[in-house]
């Protein structure tokens, strides 16, 4: 599948793509935060070179939440206090260190236990070690 395949594939699940640049985690597009892209956009914004996809979280992908755990702490105990999700994937190091799920509780104030309004990478991004990682999502995503 190429970017602009798995970009369709997000849009159809109600989730927000957002073009990144290869090898790298951070948008470049000003005004990326209200990026809303339609289905006749994506071709040109996802043309076939090789690059990232992010998507916006929160309320513009339907209530999509990433739970960032980077402390060990909230690591440790975030199986004793966070909804239950397939889609879990991080580093290495690190591999459950993101969780996503969906919260019907998006509005402005869009916290869960990570500020949102930021973007995470979805397949079939490359970052240096993070592409293993993020074939775990595949199961969610499928």
């Known amino acids: 599948m190429t970017p602009l395949d798995h970009a369709r594939k997000y849009q159809r699940r109600g989730w927000q793509p957002l073009p990144i640049p290869h090898r790298t985690k951070h948008p470049v597009i000003t005004g990326w935060q209200n990026l809303k892209l339609n289905e006749s956009d994506l071709a040109n914004h996802f043309n076939g070179k090789p690059q990232n996809i ?3 979280l929160g309320a513009k992908s339907n209530g999509l939440t990433d739970i960032d755990l980077d ?6 105990i975030a199986d004793y206090f966070l909804p239950p999700t397939t889609a879990e994937f991080g580093r290495a190091s690190t ?20 500020l949102l309004g930021i973007t995470i990478k979805f397949l079939p991004s490359v970052y240096l070690e993070c592409i293993s990682n993020l074939l775990e999502l595949l199961t969610f995503i499928n």
């Open 95 to 114: 591999p459950r260190s993101h969780r996503l799920i969906v919260s019907s509780n998006c509005g402005h104030s869009e916290t869960f236990l990570y």
């Open 71 to 76: 402390s060990p702490e909230a690591a440790k």
């Open 54 to 56: 992010g998507v916006l």
